[in-house]
């Protein structure tokens, strides 16, 4: 059980396009996904706490209007990253915790961004 | 200062040795810690999930919490080659759902064959 997927795992896109990434819970419901991004060897940073039904609420130096987020169901999150430059390349991993469960997180197995 | 201080390692060791991980912390109304294991490439997957303090056997791993040192372990016995990766520590103050954790950085480890 707690098993969730994203898609795509990897995305090559050029500078200035825009690429979205999603992340479903498949096996249960919940109302908060967050989304990290990790570079080479580093922990994991939080962009973002996406809340279902809700704007989401974003880390003090993450821009909202380039990382877009949208928690439109209980199963289902997804990231945006809008006019894509090479220094956004890197790897975003979501994580989803359990409706009426506990704090735990479980999280999906990440998707690789390369912009050239 | 980070309010989660975890040795980035690597910590190599040879295959039927015994793992021993640790992360420290400032805040003391952490009560809630986890550990995740990591591979390269791949998203975090839940080992260990603890209230307060005392210890916690699944297995192979064993999870311990000294709340008054502010002090975390997680010991892995009888070690495999497919034991290699990260691990992470995290705590929250909080127990229910939706609450941000904090993480350490993540100690990487090599099991030797």
């Known amino acids: 059980g707690a098993v969730v997927s994203q898609h795509p795992s990897w995305v090559i896109c050029k500078s200035g396009t825009s690429v979205k990434i999603e992340c479903r819970s498949l096996?249960?419901?919940?109302?908060?996904m967050f989304w990290y991004r990790q570079f080479p060897k580093q922990s994991l940073m939080l962009m973002a706490t996406?809340?279902?039904?809700?704007?989401?609420?974003?880390e003090q130096g993450v821009e909202k209007d380039k990382f877009l987020i949208n928690h439109a169901s209980l199963t289902l999150s997804t990231l945006t990253v809008t006019s894509a430059h090479p220094e956004d390349s890197s790897f975003y991993i979501c994580s989803a915790s359990p409706t009426g469960g506990y704090n735990e997180q479980f999280f999906g197995p990440g998707t690789r961004l390369t912009v050239l | 200062q980070k309010e989660v201080e975890q040795d980035p390692g690597p910590l190599s060791v040879p295959e039927g040795a015994i793992v021993s991980l640790n992360c420290t912390y400032s805040n003391s109304a952490f009560q809630y810690f986890m550990w995740y294991r990591q591979y390269s490439r791949k998203g975090p997957e839940l080992l260990m999930y603890t209230y307060s303090s005392g210890n916690k056997e699944d297995g192979r791993f064993t999870a311990q919490v000294d709340k008054s040192s502010k002090y975390i372990s997680l010991f892995i016995r009888d070690s495999q080659p497919s034991d290699s990766a990260t691990y992470l520590c995290a705590m929250s103050a909080i127990k229910a759902a939706g609450n941000k954790l904090t993480f350490g950085g993540g100690t990487r480890v090599l099991v030797k064959p």
């Open positions: 996406s809340n279902e039904g809700s704007k989401a609420t974003y």
């Open positions: 096996d249960f419901q919940a109302t908060t």
